[in-house]
């Protein structure tokens, strides 16, 4: 039985660096033979968004990414893998989420990755309101069925 | 029972949270949304389509057919959008 990795999960209102996070995954191994990141920014919408403000469900926000991450440790055979969900108001260009998914292998850990964000997206209790450029009423984004049909993706 | 209400869910109803005595009969999160449409306008407008309504019992996604623990933390939430 081989071991299963034990996820990092944070969520938080701080910005985080990608380099630092991929390092915490390799440092002092020698069994890493590939890392896969992925990282989601805001966006301007073509100049439309000032900035987006990020709702999160306390507590459960941890515990259901943890539950995600932990059902792809069981899944595929990773060495290492990390997820930061920041929230609170985001500016375009500036990070919302990190998945880092480290592995002996290239395939486990694109998957993971992969996985990881479609089910984020869909099952992590977090709601996206935009505040639009020189307008004070903001809007809810409304999720999309696109979101559905790429968590469906993994149903074995 | 504990009730937490988010994003626009929370908007609607006007408040973040608040505890409230259910009756004996309201046994499911079904129930538990039909009760809560009658309390007022805002409830009836935030909850007007309840098929789109997600819920969390004590901090885990169920379905509106799961039974109502006996206390505890009901959350209610439009669909998510993070990641």
Known sequence: ?156 | MKLIYFAWVRERIGLPEETVDLPADVKTVADLLNWLKERGENYETALERPEVIRVAINQEHADHAAPLPANGEIALFPPMTGG
């Open chain 1, 1 to 156: 039985m081989t071991s299963v990795c034990e996820p990092l999960v944070r969520v938080q209102a701080g910005d985080f660096d990608l380099a630092t996070e991929a390092r915490r995954l390799t440092d002092g191994r020698r069994d890493v033979g590939a890392i896969v990141s992925f990282t989601g920014l805001c966006r301007d919408e073509d100049g439309r968004l000032e900035a987006l403000e990020l709702e999160h469900y306390p507590g459960m926000a941890e515990a259901e990414i943890g539950r995600i991450a932990d059902e792809a440790a069981q899944r595929w055979p990773l060495s290492g893998l990390s997820v930061i969900h920041r929230f609170g108001r985001i500016a375009p260009g500036e990070n919302i989420v990190l998945v880092v998914a480290a592995s002996p292998h290239r395939r486990a850990a694109f998957e993971a990755a992969d996985f990881l964000m479609d089910y984020l997206k869909s099952r992590a209790p977090f709601w996206k309101k935009e505040h639009a450029a020189g307008e004070t009423e903001a809007g809810w984004v409304e999720a999309k069925d696109r979101d559905q049909e790429d968590m469906k993706r993994w149903e074995r």
